[in-house]
């Protein structure tokens, strides 16, 4: 795990005063990488790095020459049109990009190489950005308990007994998703269609989804991979993440129910994942590791999901809310509503447990791979991350209220609907550092068969 | 659908003797295309079409100029070092390659292109394989009702109830699968190691797989692929699909059980998966077309999965049989042991019903992706296409005999197995063309943990 060093003090600033703004999510401590190019312009993606309200544009870093020995050669892999070359070079050159990057942005910085950062700038409000890897797999696991026992009391009933199925507390649960409908905040898709087998019905229909949500996830980038067969033990996971993103993990309930026996989810997920295009290192998240604790009632994990520095620090207080803005709040220039707000702190299997887990079996990863967590729901109902959660499946609507357009209420998604996820890490004693937003907009289905 | 046309003539011979030689797998009806380079040199991969006992290299198809025109664009993108371009080309651009081919390889073919085509010809002893596509997402259906019926009388028990969960007979069930273990036929891997529930346990053991087992399956790759949110009708479907390949989902059972709830299986199944190298071409397999006939007394499918063209003539008639080799048996010298043989005529869905499902709700399919049609098993008991039906869920053992070597029993596979997959079509008034086949070696397991 990455020690705290100078690049995680909260006293540091930029000579780029947009960086130093109270609640910036993209302070001179955080140092996100995207993939992006000129907005509307037919140019190459290539990586980038945010500071405050500008991109640092590695393409150009590199013809500039601002960065030298293991920066340099980090900066021109991540100059590429996506970063699984970047990804597979591991932490010691993501480490000397962004203490290089840090060197020259620092408040006081001066000098030939600092001047000519200052032309690799570009303003975020003039660019576009893509999903920036080649993921090659997409796995998504399920790892909050809190949404596995929510979920559990809706499937099965409150009856008192465990809603959590046995196997949860032994296993990081997970399943492969679908790589190429994968899209980058802003996507917009269209309703899915399916089949679904409506209350008291013993034959399907088809049609539009009537009960569309959004799962609440983090998103996590492999660096380097392993080979088949070889698995990543739990102590060397962390070395294996590239970072860590926003995820929008789209799901049809009512195609979901009628087609997951015994295979899992199909349709009901693969038409829409979003993510956000900044990747936030886990060197820049070190200050808010926490100690990783399962309630003493709970089984202990087996010995390969088992070690003293996952227990003491494999935890991440990643702050996550998610808001709904709808067509009514838009025509009418209101603001978008939140409904709900938790905390990754909660999840019940860590990142580096998911990748062992992941693995064991002799799996291989490869730079670029991305996993899901799972939804991530707290231990309140107010934490939950979707809408199948807070609205008791559908039976208990909620009421999104805010100033400037009337109250609305919301079962599950509606079509024009907009999702916004933000994250964002901030405590004493820390910088706060924030994840931007993962955006994504429901359009009207469309049936051609 | 693809008409009959010369180049299925079973009367048509070849001036390369190999290509008719009875029960020969590449006759001049066939000419599959696979990913190959010389074996042991360190040379590029490149597209390859099997005709007898040789493969025509693409690449120097190209580069002696002995096809013209659109066969001639085929030629160059099937030289690349996977097939993708070509995929993504269209039935047009196959047919042209084939069609080009056929008439420069036909007995009494003469002049200098034939002479140039007989300098591209490589003997398939001195090549090895590749994967021959990038693969973007590989998908794995569930469309066999004699094994989702044996499979559901082991796990539920035979008690008169249909075994066949309510779904099956609507959705040609379907998950995600894993990409990157994905490896060539001769692939060799680890035994898998992973979490099980002991039978009367309340918690899990960790070590290797003790019920691994094979899944006998077809392999299909897409073409041109569709846009999100576009789905493809089933009347389209066959102008999308590339071709089938034969191809092993190696499965461990003990794993799957504890795993598999709610989200499907993972682990169980991710640690290898093997295609053959060839893949025929869905105009080679037109004179093997049989209508498509569903149970009077099962429900008639949803529009979508409904037209009249898929109807009259969307199964095809695949004979395909499971070989296992053993240890023992390869130090004896003795052959490999026959344990099932059965036909994809039997399948409940068709392979354009697996395409118009999966993207029916939205999702976008890409050139080179893979669709596994589920465990092929036919409707007698020998007809099944995986160890666990084989033997009643391991219960009873089977007997490998054959000449050569003690017999052996087997209730599930052990390391040093090696299972061979082959397939083949064969029918009066046809010519009979085959799929080469399918091997994989299961190693000890290795735990690093």
Redesign the interface.
């Known amino acids: 795990m990455i020690a705290l060093n100078h690049t995680h003090d909260p006293a540091a600033r930029s000579w780029l005063a947009s960086a130093n703004v109270p609640g910036c999510d993209f302070p001179i401590q955080n140092l996100p990488i995207a993939v992006f190019r000129h907005f509307r312009e037919n140019e190459a993606f290539r990586g980038g790095i945010a500071i405050g309200d500008q991109v640092i544009d590695l393409a150009r870093v590199v013809v500039v020459g601002c960065l030298e020995g293991r920066a340099a050669e980090a900066a021109l892999a991540g100059a590429y049109h996506n970063l699984n070359v970047l990804m597979g070079l591991g932490p010691d050159a993501w480490q000397a990009l962004r203490h290089g990057l840090f060197a020259l942005l620092q408040e006081g910085a001066e000098g030939p190489k600092v001047d000519a950062l200052r032309t690799c700038l570009i303003p975020q409000v003039a660019v576009e950005y893509n999903v920036p890897a080649q993921i090659?797999?997409y796995?998504?696991f399920?790892t909050s308990v809190h949404h596995s026992a929510n979920i559990g009391k809706i499937l099965r009933g409150d009856n008192g007994t465990d809603p959590v199925?046995p196997?949860f507390r032994?296993?990081p649960?997970?399943?492969?998703?679908?790589?190429?409908?994968i899209?980058v905040s802003g996507q917009e898709?269209?309703r899915?269609?399916?089949?679904s087998?409506p209350a008291g019905a013993t034959?399907?229909v088809?049609g539009p989804?009537k009960r569309l949500d959004y799962e609440l996830e983090l998103g996590i980038y492999v660096g380097p991979?392993n080979d088949?067969?070889?698995?990543i033990?739990?102590a060397d996971a962390e070395a294996h993440i590239f970072g860590i993103c926003l995820l929008n993990d789209w799901s049809?309930r009512d195609?979901q129910a009628?087609?997951?026996?015994?295979?899992?989810?199909?349709?009901?997920k693969?038409?829409?994942t979003t993510v956000s295009p900044w990747i936030v290192s886990m060197e820049a998240l070190a200050p808010y590791r926490q100690a990783w604790v399962r309630p003493e009632t709970d089984?202990q994990p087996?010995?390969?999901l088992n070690d003293a520095s996952n227990n003491a620090a494999g935890a991440l207080d990643i702050q996550l809310e998610v808001a709904i803005d709808t067509p009514q709040r838009r025509a009418a220039g209101a603001n978008p509503v939140r409904v709900s707000q938790t905390s990754f702190r909660h999840q019940y299997w860590t990142a580096a447990q998911m990748l062992?887990?992941?693995t064991?079996?002799?799996?291989?990863?490869?730079p670029g791979?991305l996993l899901g967590t799972g939804t991530i729901s707290g231990p309140t109902p107010a934490e939950a991350g979707a809408l199948i959660e807070l609205t008791k499946g559908g039976r208990e609507p909620i009421t999104l209220s805010g100033p400037g357009a009337p109250d609305e209420q919301r079962s599950f998604l509606e079509d024009g609907d907009t999702v916004i996820i933000r994250g964002w890490c901030e405590k004493p004693g820390a910088a706060r550092i924030g994840f931007g937003e993962c955006r994504g907009t429901v359009?009207p289905a469309?049936d051609?068969?």
Do not use: K
């Open positions: 090659g797999d796995t998504d399920y199925l196997n032994w296993i649960v997970g399943y492969h998703g679908r790589v190429s409908s899209g898709f269209r899915p269609l399916g089949q087998l034959e399907p088809f989804c991979g088949l067969g070889n698995a033990r739990l049809a195609i009628w087609e997951y026996m015994p295979l899992g989810p199909f349709l009901s693969n038409f829409a089984p087996l010995p390969y062992a887990h992941h064991v079996g002799g799996c291989n990863l490869q791979d359009l469309r051609n068969t």
